[in-house]
């Protein structure tokens, strides 16, 4: 999917019109039209906005991942793997590795 799809697909399933959205973002219903329909893409502050709002991440937003990794999911691992000894990190990213190899991603 492609940014557009998936900001329409957020905003769908968040109950917004493309108006609610454009009143959110300050911005006209016409450019969200246009975000949806991939003519143009936001500034980065408008994308940080849409991240922010719909609790994603950007990697979500522009396709890099299909997991929406909620921003509270992130900052709670990253202060977990902050406190594990270097070790088990090390069997983690081991473990990380095999599951990439295994379904090839």
């Known amino acids: 999917m492609i940014f ?4 329409s697909e957020l905003r769908k399933d968040h109950g917004m019109t493309q108006q609610d959205l454009a009143n959110q973002l300050s ?11 991939n003519l ?9 906005q849409i991240a922010k709002m719909f609790n994603v991440s950007l990697d979500y937003l522009f396709g890099v ?22 070790r088990a990190l090390r069997e983690i990213e081991l473990c990380i590795n095999k599951i990439k190899e295994k379904y090839k991603f």
Not at 27 to 34: C, E, K
Request: no cysteine.
């Open 40 to 48: 143009i893409l936001p500034s980065d502050e408008i994308k940080i």
């Open 4 to 7: 557009g799809e998936i900001l």
């Open 65 to 86: 991942t299909s997991n929406p990794s909620k921003i509270e999911d992130i900052d709670s691992s990253v202060i977990i793997l902050k406190d594990i000894p270097k």
């Open 27 to 37: 911005v006209s219903v016409y450019t969200i039209s246009s975000y949806e329909r």
